[in-house]
């Protein structure tokens, strides 16, 4: 068997309690029963808000269409609705997204007695025109006249 001197005992625990010492760090434990403190940690800082890209001017050919198609809407408060129409139609030559061109079309195609051809520039219209602000009402109050256009068999 092994003998093992004093020395060599008090070596070993002072080792032992040396070692569980140093588990134990400088942090108090909490007393029985109480949760540990919650770190405090600052509030993220906040990014500030995207700043939105400003808008591309308008070509040349947009510019052109916006033109045209103020020229067929005077055109059409004038009653001249075939000026009108032919104003219009450049308009949506020259941009065919161009939404407002397409609703003042209903209205010449309406004074022009073409239901068909006005119901059809209605559903462009509308589908050009869904996310612009202000025109829901209009398109709205258009599509009520154009069934009754329909219904009146125009």
């Known amino acids: 068997m092994w003998k093992v001197s004093d020395s060599a005992r008090w070596l070993a625990a002072s080792l032992v309690l040396a070692g569980m010492a140093g588990c134990r760090g400088s942090i108090p434990l909490p007393p029985p029963g109480h949760a540990p403190p919650v770190p405090e940690t600052a509030p993220a800082p906040e990014s500030p808000a995207p700043v939105p890209a400003p808008a591309p001017a308008p070509t040349p050919r947009v510019s052109a269409a916006a033109a045209l198609t103020q020229r067929g809407e005077t055109l059409l408060a004038r009653g001249q609705a075939d000026a009108a129409l032919h104003a219009l139609e450049q308009a949506v030559s020259l ?32 589908l050009y025109l869904e996310e612009e602000s202000g025109w829901a009402r209009r398109l709205a109050s258009q599509g009520q006249r154009l069934e009754r256009a329909r219904r009146a068999g125009g």
């Not at 065919?96 to 010449?108: I, Q, S």
């Open 95 to 126: 941009d065919a997204y161009h939404g407002p061109a397409y609703y003042h079309l209903v209205e010449a195609w309406l004074q022009l007695g073409d239901v068909v051809q006005a119901e059809e520039c209605h559903r462009l219209a509308r």
